[in-house]
């Protein structure tokens, strides 16, 4: 009985320990529950709904353009321009604005600063000033763009070979964006210039048909040796002295035993430098230069061609040149076999002129008139004394002294010469004067009769100084 009760109550106590665990767990459930709910403070819902719209697209735009010419290299002289085209279009579908500018790429010797730049959009001109300062406004306007340098007349601080790289940087955005690099599309393309001063030294004159004695100086002929004969003249733009060893003139045949090479040997003065604004004649000593027409080519010591001048025979040819005459500018002037002797070919003014006709003046200005006085002393020597002539006004002087003579020893026309006719007076030693209506002596002629024999010499008084009143005349004068 006891052992029945008392497991009856380890069972009551085992279902009261179950009811209250159950009761602590229910109380926890129920509290973080609540908790929760108290911590989230409100609640929202959200609603959605989707719709289709049909047949709709989104495209991308691109912005770029392109050159049709990227780069551009050339020698350029004193006084001279060179010229490039590019024509600008738009390789995209977006339309654009856009601007130029000029960045350096490399430069000697400040080259770049001496070059001046002109552009010009569809002919009409946005700039003109120096290459480096280009900077154009934004314009949305494509077409051809054309590039004009020149080398002033007074930038001669550089030879040849100096160079200067720049680039023309064409810049493009959106039509729709303030400036360029403040966003939207964008596009960037250059165009490369290399210009050379590579004409410093030129061609200024030569003569190709040497042929005797002109101007007083003896050419001498075409295969004759310095000074005479072929040569050929340089003159130097800058004002820096300039070696020329290794340099070398050619004709159109481009034979070797027609290539001369510059030396002390062969140039007037005897040198191989040239100087600043200077001249510096090299001769052939032998033939090299057609008479019909050729083409005289200079080279510096890398073999690069220079400078070149192609002559004909129709050029000037009935315009030969004349001392103290113009030469002519018109190169159509007639026609002729061969080019005329002694005449050059030569720029004016020296070094960046045309060519023109003048007068030969090696070493020397060239100039359209030039008396031979000026020539002979200048340039050449006299080939040989120069004759002495007769002064027109001398012979003059004479004629009227015969006739003066006759006319006081003949009878004039009203009859016999009186003793004062004859004699000259007190007052004044000079011949009486003719009272007739002729000429004095013009019609005065010797009878036959006294020209018969020789007629006796007539002493002529010499007129005293201006103002002498002596009554005697002089003892000494001309015996006619």
Known sequence: MRAQETTTRVIKKKKVRSFAARFIVLALVIGMNWYG???????????????????????????????????????????EMVSKNTVLVNSGGMDFQYTLEAEEVADEDDFCGALDLQAKRNGVEQYDGDVMSLDTSASTTLGTWQFTIELPVDETSFTNGEECQFDIVFKGWQTTVGAYGDGGFSDEERMNFTI????????????????????????????????????????????????????????????????????????????????????????????????????????????????????????????????????????????????????????????????????PTPGGV????????EQETENFAPASEPELAVEPVEEVALSELIADVLDAILPSQDGEASEEELLP???????????????????????EEENATEPEAIEIPKPEPEGNTAAEPSQEGTTI
């Open 37 to 79: 709910l108290w911590a989230i403070g409100s609640t929202a819902a959200y609603y959605n709904d989707t719709e289709t719209s049909a047949d709709n697209g989104f495209i991308a735009d691109f912005l770029d353009f392109s050159l049709s010419e990227y780069s551009f290299e050339s020698a350029i002289a004193l006084d």
């Open 425 to 447: 007076t007190e007052e004044s030693n000079e011949a009486p004067a003719d009272t007739s209506d002729e000429p004095a002596g013009e019609e005065a002629v010797i009878p």
């Open 196 to 359: 050379t001063a590579g004409k410093m030294v030129v061609l200024n004159e030569f003569l190709p048909n040497p042929q005797g004695v002109a101007y007083g100086f003896d050419f001498g002929s075409d295969s004759d040796d310095m000074p005479q004969g072929e040569w050929v003249e340089l003159y130097n733009t800058s004002d820096q002295s300039i070696n020329l060893d290794g340099w070398y003139v050619w004709d159109a045949s481009d034979g070797a035993g027609n290539k001369v090479y510059i030396t002390a040997d062969n140039t007037s003065p005897a040198t191989t430098t040239i100087s600043g604004s200077s001249w510096l004649v090299v001769y052939m000593n032998k033939a090299i230069f057609n008479n019909t027409g050729d083409t005289v080519k200079l080279f510096d010591n890398s073999n690069t061609l220079v400078d070149s001048h192609a002559y004909n025979v129709s050029d000037f040819c009935e315009a030969e040149p004349t001392p103290g005459d113009e030469n002519s500018t018109d190169a159509s002037a007639g026609t002729c076999l061969d080019v005329p002797p002694n005449k050059s070919y030569a720029r004016i003014p020296d070094g960046i002129g045309d060519w023109v006709d003048p007068i």
């Open 366 to 373: 060239n100039k359209l008139e030039l008396e031979q006085e």
